[in-house]
């Protein structure tokens, strides 16, 4: 029996398989390569979201929203350019509103919703300033 023709036939199937487990070493190599990339992001983005989260308390909270009423803008702008603490009077006169005890105590109620939110500062009875 001639085995020359089964020894061939091995030795081409032994060059593939061969060929192919190169390749496969050099995918394998290349994913290897891509996936400590792929770690090595994830740790940043794990680090970030920590130093992130970390200084989220340290950060500036915005002003608070304004309530709906057309005044309110005004009433800031007017203490943007005082240079002394304002009384409900001083804003009245200040924002062209007749100086009525309803309106008065009208912009004594804003003023004071103003210091629950933080935006001004009631600094004696009745004497309001912005806050810093």
């Known amino acids: 029996m001639n085995i020359r023709p089964l020894l061939d036939a091995l030795d081409i199937?032994?060059?593939?398989a061969r060929a192919q487990a190169d390749d496969l070493r050099t995918q394998i190599g290349q994913l290897q390569t891509r996936l400590r990339e792929a770690e090595t992001h994830l740790e940043h983005l794990?680090?970030?979201r920590k130093t992130v989260t970390g200084l989220a308390d340290r950060l500036p909270v915005g002003p608070p929203d304004l309530?709906?009423?057309?005044?309110?803008p005004r009433i800031l702008a007017v203490f943007n350019?005082?240079?002394r603490p304002l009384r409900a009077k001083?804003?009245?006169?200040a924002l062209d509103h007749?100086?009525?005890p309803k309106n008065i105590e009208g912009t004594r109620a804003k003023l004071k919703r103003l210091v629950k939110l933080g935006i001004l500062t009631e600094a004696d009875t009745g004497s309001f300033t912005g806050s810093p």
């Open 13 to 16: 199937q032994e060059s593939a």
């Open 46 to 48: 794990v680090i970030t």
């Open 67 to 72: 309530p709906e009423h057309p005044d309110y």
């Open 81 to 83: 350019d005082a240079t």
């Open 90 to 93: 001083d804003v009245c006169q």
């Open 98 to 100: 007749e100086l009525l």
